[in-house]
């Protein structure tokens, strides 16, 4: 019979059924970083525990780290103390750390695939939600608490039920100015943030096939937003010619080895799901959020929509998004005015994210009174981008050039928003207080249109730019 890629990870890791019903599941990877591996390393000194495999486990960090200046000791000094903890609890335990020194720092979930330690066929956890990013290379990659990590850290397994499984398939050739991002927040809005609850997503079809690997990870990792766990493609020769090459992916002869094993775990035609849909790639137009979750989105040019026209469930969240918004129902979402322009996070923080994006601002200038940066994902991607003169075309064009970090994804670090600013924001979550402000309003949606509203002032259509 045909077998899924979710089945033949599943079962190949499958260490046995536990009591409760869920499988206790070997995890081959686990990614840490400073916010959610504290408590977890703490509550194994006091179990008198070891690591259990530390060769199978690399940290670094993102969330926390400035990114204006990395000089240590930081002036935040929550920073500082946090950074402090992770390189004792790494030296301790005998992990490899990337640390600021070592030119391979950066967000968890850029730097996991960026130098080949995310593979097809294998499972990953990491204490964030977003490790599904991961699942873009054939990896089945959870995201997990911090007692899930202490769980990962002394026994490098998870109990875990398995998720049921939707395809979702993408069809056609996407139309210029629309991106991966567009697709994933499009699928979010149909499918809702808590539609794939119980769910593991398989994302195929011609558009997913035609799609670089930076594009993939970009689909996969909101698909914790749109409420599955895990999110993943089958690897395919994009997947292999990505990891060729890469320093912890296998060299020679084994990489030759590898990529049959790789191939032998993608999905097989025929295959069955619990359940199906199917997407036209060639109709979408650039999204943007115009409330409190990635599902509350409109095409750039449609209006931000009335509470009369939502499914009965969604009517109370959507009343209480455009009060929080201070948006008026009927209104166009273009020409929506904002105060920050955001390129950076997990989401949209690779090199093509930021070449996408120099496209738009080279040659234009921030408009007057937008605070714009620019945060690469990783201080490789920081490195590609200046090796290409992309730092000085966002430089000229006013925005803020800045070291790798989560940055102004979330508001645990030096960048947030005040007040009641309206943030065009190429991250993935736009709840309330996201941005480090409790009232900041965020707006999600590609890095090109991020650009594009930097240089407006506004919402405005990035496919007008790329004309
Ligand atoms: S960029 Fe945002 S979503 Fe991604 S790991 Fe950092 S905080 Fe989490």
Known sequence: MAETLLDKVWRAHEVRTLPSGQTQLFIGLHLIHEVTSPQAFQMIREAGLPVRFPDRTFATIDHIVPTASQLRPFTDTLAEEMTVHLVRNCEDFGIPLFDLESGRQGIVHIIGPELGLTQPGITIACGDSH???????????????????????????????????????????????????????????????????????????????????????????????????????????????????????????????????????????????????????????????????????????????????????????????????????????????????????????????????????????????????????????????????????????????????????LGMNEDKLKGREVCASSSNRNFKGRQGSPTGRTLLMSPAMVAAAAVAGEVTDVREMLR
């Open 131 to 409: 490790t599904s990013t991961h699942g873009a290379l054939g990896a089945l990659a959870f995201g997990i608490g911090t007692s899930q990590v202490r769980d990962v850290l002394a026994t490098q397994c998870l109990a875990i039920a398995k998720p049921k499984l939707r395809q979702i398939l993408i069809e056609g050739k996407l139309p210029a100015g629309v991106y991966a991002k567009d697709v994933i927040l499009a699928i979010i809005q149909r499918l809702g943030v808590k539609g794939g609850v119980g769910y593991a997503y398989e994302y195929a079809g011609s558009a997913v096939e035609a799609m670089s690997m930076e594009e993939r990870l970009t689909i996969c990792n909101m698909s914790i937003e749109g409420g599955a766990r895990v999110g993943y493609m089958s690897p395919d020769e994009t997947t292999f010619d990505y990891l060729k090459g890469r320093p912890f992916a296998p060299q020679g002869e084994a990489f030759e080895r590898a990529v049959a094993w790789w191939k032998s775990m993608a999905t097989e035609p025929g295959a069955s799901f619990d359940d199906m849909v199917e997407f036209d790639g060639g109709a979408l137009q650039p999204m943007v959020t115009w409330g409190i979750n990635p599902g509350q989105s409109v095409g750039v040019g449609d209006d931000i929509p009335h509470p009369a026209d939502a499914p009965e469930a969604d009517r109370d969240t959507w009343e209480e998004a455009l009060s929080f918004m201070s948006f008026e129902p009927g209104r166009p979402i273009e020409a929506t005015p904002i105060d920050v322009a955001f390129i950076g996070s997990c989401t949209n923080a690779r090199i093509s994210d930021l070449r996408a994006a120099a496209e738009v601002a080279r040659g234009r200038k921030v408009a007057e009174g937008v605070r714009a940066l620019v945060v690469p994902g990783s201080q490789a991607v920081a490195k590609a981008a200046e090796a290409e003169g992309l730092d000085e075309v966002f430089k000229e064009a006013g925005f803020d050039w800045r070291m790798a970090g989560c940055s102004m994804c």
